[in-house]
């Protein structure tokens, strides 16, 4: 393989991915020391994967292609193999590093925690550069892992550099680090220590809550230490939102290249279990790493300067069914906490102060003066906080608090109402699919909240209006594509709206927020307002097997959790069907849309027959009545 090239190809991946793919590079290098390494990258990533020593080259691929897994690419099908300077076939396709750890992981679940290998790990075995993965009789400690590299590699090193490669590492070059503490002494930064603090993941389930990430950003000023808030780079909408809303200075929307030379400058990283971790790693600043789903000791194996907190099973009220750490896999019970993970919420703001503290006196020899928490004005407890930690149920109704309902979506369950992102688009693409495009139809969303996903599927062209119980939502409703057709109303009492005039009636999650006793008034409604052949398409979070409990750790506002059948029961007795071609049809595509085997959701599909009278509608399907407190756009009026 002498002076050939070394391909390390990549699968659109996260920035842990990419980071933890770097000990490949490095190890390719010592074990073929006359190859060079390129990277094939995303252009987002490619300026990370340039901090890594041991790649020669990163070679930024369009988002749109597709790259191919473990076999020799045909250069008539990829044309941005001959890019660069690599004269085409001078390639040795010896490592592919599109993510191969989910199905490893899996295998894991049966094992004790202390035996499950680190993510380096399993990216080296999967390329054939580690001597093979410990079985479950195998004690996978970082000392097992040298011995083994060691041994592999055949190539003598003094005590303690014996496997240093198996740690990431990144070097930011003297452009770049010139450029940070220009940035820094810009802001006026620089007399006081720099804590690197990094709120979100890619995922809920791994986030600290939001108000516990505020705290220590306030605790941190407190200290006389001075938080530095990053994102991925690429956050919008309610995420960025919540940075903005943190105390401490911003480093968010910045290339890799660029994050990563400012987190060199901070004396301490504190982050949950995403990108900037791996990071901190390989930039070989301390780091306190707050662990939730995922295993920190495994996580972290290889990185010396990384203390994980995380608490231990049975050290937490988790929810029902929980195998914890269930490493986000539904043979763990992921599916019963859907959100916030319940061992992360335990983290207190305190503990990870003290420890943040004490990593950092640790490392640099200097002192932080202990100081009390200072006294904050008391603000109204939430009472869908207070709720949920009293596993008590409680009913909307369209009296309550909106702002507060809101917050506690938001900051306690990782779903911000005021965001149309890219979850949103593709649901809207799933439903257009499966009713076999939006064209022709008229469409009511019941229980829009801001309207996020009628915005987006306004966006394809849908005909549609939107309804929500609590006012608030309309009011602060940011998506200027539902001027005239959101309104706020409730799904047992939709009278404003005239009958049979939609052909689609969408409820995504929002029947088991109506009292059980109120259920059969909302499908009634929604008969009425569907045209002869209308459907009805409701979504739920699951179908509950044991009724009538709600699960509290799950939605404290979830108070009608019903089997399958029961819902069936009563959708027939408002005079709906259920079954038939058409709806068939659309459950079969729908059964096979990626999105909706992820969530798991249970839907119910049912229509009202065709040839019944509409009550209270004369010919043909009129528009929203002009009794209605709507601002109707022109379009809508007669």
């Known amino acids: 393989m002498s002076s050939s ?46 901090l890594c020593p041991a790649i020669d080259m990163a070679i930024e691929v369009p988002p749109a292609t597709r790259r191919p897994r473990l076999a020799t690419p045909d250069p008539s099908r990829f044309p941005y193999l001959d890019r660069g300077p690599c004269p085409n076939g001078d390639y040795q396709f010896t490592a592919d590093c ?12 049966t094992r004790p925690l202390n035996r499950w290998p680190s993510r380096i790990t399993i990216f080296l075995h999967y390329n054939g550069l580690y001597p093979g993965m410990p079985g479950p009789e195998t004690q996978t400690s970082g000392d097992e892992a040298r011995r083994l590299a060691a041994a592999f590699f055949r190539s003598p090193r003094p005590p303690g550099q014996a496997a240093d490669w198996l740690t990431p590492r990144a070097v930011i070059p003297p452009d770049l680090a010139a450029w940070a503490e220009r940035s820094i002494r810009e802001r006026g930064l620089g007399r006081k220590p720099l804590i690197a603090v990094q709120p979100f993941t890619s995922t809920t389930r791994r986030n600290w809550p939001f108000m516990h990430v505020r705290q220590l950003c306030e605790r941190l000023i407190e200290h006389g230490l001075q938080p530095m808030i990053f994102d991925s780079g690429r956050t919008d909408g309610a995420g960025k939102r919540r940075t903005d809303a943190l105390p401490g200075e911003r480093a968010c929307g910045l290339p890799l290249d660029r994050a990563a030379a400012l987190v060199a400058r901070c004396q301490l990283v504190v982050t949950p279990d995403t990108g900037m971790l791996h990071l901190a790693a390989a930039l070989d600043v301390p780091t306190v790493a707050l662990c939730g789903p995922t295993l920190g000791t495994a996580l972290c194996e290889f990185y010396p300067k990384a203390v994980v907190m995380q608490r231990a099973a049975g050290d937490f009220p988790a929810p029902r069914g929980c195998l914890y750490p269930c490493w986000n896999n539904r043979k763990r019970g992921r599916e019963t906490c859907k959100h916030n993970c319940a061992a992360l919420a335990a983290l207190g703001v305190e503990e990870v102060l003290a420890k943040a503290i004490e990593t950092f006196e640790t490392h640099y020899q200097q002192r932080i003066p202990p100081m009390a928490p200072q006294p904050r004005p008391q ?19 369209p009296d309550a608090d909106g702002e507060a309902f809101y917050r506690y979506y938001r900051d306690d369950r990782g779903f911000d109402a005021a965001v149309k992102g890219g979850w949103q688009a593709n649901y809207a693409q799933m439903l257009d699919r499966a009713i076999g495009g939006l064209d022709g139809h008229k469409i009511l969303d019941v229980g829009t ?12 062209g849908a005909d549609i209006y939107a309804c929500e119980l609590l006012p608030w939502f309309i009011e602060h409703s940011p998506f200027d594509n539902l001027r005239g057709r959101l309104f706020a109303a409730d799904a047992c009492d939709l009278s404003l709206l005239n009958s049979g005039q939609f052909t689609l009636i969408h409820a995504s999650q929002v029947y088991e927020h109506v009292p059980p006793d109120r259920i059969e008034l909302a499908f009634s409604e929604a008969f009425r307002l569907l045209a002869p052949g209308g459907i009805l398409l409701a979504a739920f979070p699951e179908f509950a097997d044991n009724p009538p409990t709600p699960d509290p750790d799950d939605d404290v506002t979830h108070i009608c959790l019903r089997p399958r059948a029961w819902w069936t029961e009563r959708l027939r007795a408002a005079g709906f069907v259920l079954g038939g071609a058409a709806l068939d049809a659309i459950e079969a595509r729908l059964a096979a849309e990626p999105m909706a085997i992820e969530y798991r959701w249970g839907i119910l599909l049912a229509q009202r027959p065709s040839g019944t009278a509409a009550p209270g509608c004369g010919s043909g399907i009129p528009e929203i009545a002009h009794t209605s407190p709507l601002n109707l756009p022109p379009e809508a009026t007669h």
């Open 98 to 109: 599109w993510c191969p750890a989910p199905p490893y992981e899996s295998q894991q679940f």
């Open 379 to 397: 603000k109204p407890e939430n009472p869908f906080v207070v709720a949920a930690a009293a596993h008590k149920p409680i009913a909307l109704a």
């Open 449 to 460: 909240a801001m309207g996020a996903l009628a915005s987006a599927l306004r966006d394809r």
């Open 5 to 50: 090239w070394t391909r390390v190809l990549r699968e659109a991946g996260g920035m842990g991915d990419v980071v933890t793919t770097f000990p490949v590079a490095i190890a390719l290098k010592l074990r073929f020391p006359d190859c060079r390494v390129a990277y094939f990258a995303l252009p987002y990533y490619a300026p990370l994967a340039r």
